[in-house]
């Protein structure tokens, strides 16, 4: 069989599936089957495929069926300016994100040396993006997962910035170490009962770790306020991804810690995702 006829086989299989990104995930996967970029294969659609190729292939689109997310069968994601490792210990980063790194960079850009927390650091795909556009910044990044950061040191040799990185596996709650000038966080904030009405991809997928923010989704955002207000210098920035309906509750727990707000980010949707906001 040659590439495109696989190609077309296996978007069928993901189309029976419902999943609508069917054929650039068949291309993606074939990409990921013959170890080829997508270039090549836009220009060799008509390669005969080897029979080990072919067999990893059908085994992809299968995991893909199942709803398996492509950056956990490929173990990488593209996030702001790099490609990130990713696996099933860690979420996987999306679009919306960026904000975070949008607006921290708008609101640095004339600042040297700043220590900045990066609370929850998954991937590291925040905390090592805004490393890698600040030669001079220094990273601490914390995460209650022993796999998570080890995947968060992979990608911080990956950027060339473990040099200016301190990882600690801990809980918020007992993290004491060190005054910072910036602290950002993208924490667990889905409603804990909401959980299983996510796509199949995430619910399924996606470690619950990272996304369970209790029964109001707000447990983890207000451990990450209150500690954040203490951790962080008078007139440091705290940034912070919130979800789409908790705006007006985080921002009251915000002004109580002694925060004021600079501004509110909406998503591609146009919906509340990212407070930006002072420590006073």
Not at 65 to 90: G, M, Q
Not at 105 to 120: A, M, R, S, Y
Not at 145 to 158: G, P, Q, R
């Amino acid at each position: 069989m040659d590439i495109y006829s696989a190609i077309l086989e296996g978007t069928k299989i993901l189309k029976s599936n419902s999943i609508y990104s069917a054929n650039i995930d068949s291309e993606i996967l074939m990409a990921k089957a013959i170890n080829k970029d997508k270039k090549y294969i836009l220009l060799n659609l008509d390669k005969k495929l080897k029979d080990q190729n072919l067999m990893t292939f059908k085994k992809l689109i299968k995991e893909r069926s199942y709803r398996k997310p492509v950056a956990y069968l490929i173990n990488k994601k593209s996030f702001w300016n790099s490609e990130f490792f990713v696996n099933k210990h860690t979420l996987i980063p999306r679009p919306d994100t960026e904000l975070l790194i949008e607006s921290t960079l708008n609101f640095v850009k004339n600042k040297n040396k700043l220590q900045i927390l990066d609370i929850g650091t998954g991937s590291g795909c925040i905390l090592l993006s805004i490393l890698k556009e600040k030669k001079n910044f220094y990273g601490t990044g914390i995460d209650i997962s022993k796999d998570t950061l080890n995947i968060c040191k992979i990608n911080a040799v990956n950027l060339d910035v473990s040099n200016r990185l301190k990882l600690f596996k801990t809980d918020v709650d007992k993290f004491i170490i060190g005054k910072y000038d910036l602290i950002i966080s993208n924490p667990p904030y889905i409603n804990k009962n909401k959980i299983k009405y996510l796509d199949l991809d995430v619910a399924k997928y996606e470690p619950l770790l990272a996304l369970d923010g209790g029964l109001d989704g707000l447990s983890e955002i207000r451990k990450v306020i209150n500690k954040s207000s203490e951790l962080i210098k008078k007139n440091g920035k705290f940034i912070l991804e919130i979800g789409f309906d908790q705006k007006n509750k985080v921002i009251n727990l915000l002004k109580r810690n002694g925060f004021y707000i600079n501004i509110i980010r909406k998503d591609f949707a146009n919906k509340d995702r990212c407070i930006i906001c002072t420590k006073i």
